[in-house]
């Protein structure tokens, strides 16, 4: 059972927001040949997606989808997010956030595990000075990775970790490959065989951008995979105890309350 329950208005937001995201990491295979696709789509797509984080969080909280109690489960689990990131990022791939996002939006639900993801690379962008035109993506990036776990069906307790350890795993992948997107169209030789050419049939635009996936990031990925896998697999059991614990201490769910008739 999701612990923090999004209402119907914030659900349309977040589902916008995640659309709006999608079609900015695949523009580079939707997008016509020309100006506004090689010069101007760029920065206006970051423009909005910083605007739609930012939309995301304000619609939920005001639609009461997270309350005072839940905005500070947020609030710590950013802040831990924030200080978990630099102990391994930047090394062989080594990413130390991963686990948490998957966990707690298996335990919380998909929206706040879209916020979640949103607020943690935010607050880690902010403490490390890493904030520049690559940080709408990666937040975004985040966002799917903890709104994916959410999402993932009902299971049994003794598959449940070995299934969100694989899920982990394959976040770990997704999160390079969407981030991959939003620097392949500016980064390569026009001249190699994997650089991006606007106008080339889908099939071979796709082609090409696997190639340089593959060339690219498969060993930082794998690294980010392994690192989520393990830590899901070995510290997954507790931490997913301890964020229901809290669940259900905080009571995230409204109190039903019986009158009798007047």
Known sequence: MTAVRIPGRARVVVALAA????????????????????????PLIFGALLVLVLAVVI??????GIDAKALAMLGVLSAVNAGLRPLG??????????????????????GFGFTLGCTSLFA????????????????????????LAGLLPKLPRRWEVPVLAGYGAFSGYLFGFLLNLSFWPFSTDPNSSIAYLPGLPF?????????????????????????????????GPAVLTVFRCAARRANFEPTVRFERPG
């Open 19 to 42: 659309f709006i995201g999608l079609v900015a990491f695949t523009w580079p295979f939707v997008v016509a040949p020309g100006k506004f696709g090689s010069s101007f789509a760029p």
């Open 59 to 64: 619609a939920e909280i005001a639609a009461g």
């Open 89 to 110: 990022a930047g090394t062989a791939g080594v990413e130390t956030v991963f686990f948490v996002l998957v966990l707690a939006g298996r335990v919380f639900g998909p």
């Open 124 to 147: 880690s962008a902010l403490l490390t000075g890493g904030v520049g035109p690559w940080m709408p993506y990666q937040m975004f990036g985040c966002a799917f990775v903890g709104l």
């Open 203 to 235: 099939t071979e635009q796709w082609h090409r951008y696997l190639l340089f996936d593959l060339a690219t990031s498969l060993g930082w990925d794998t690294g980010r995979a392994v690192t989520t896998f393990m830590a899901v697999l070995v510290v």
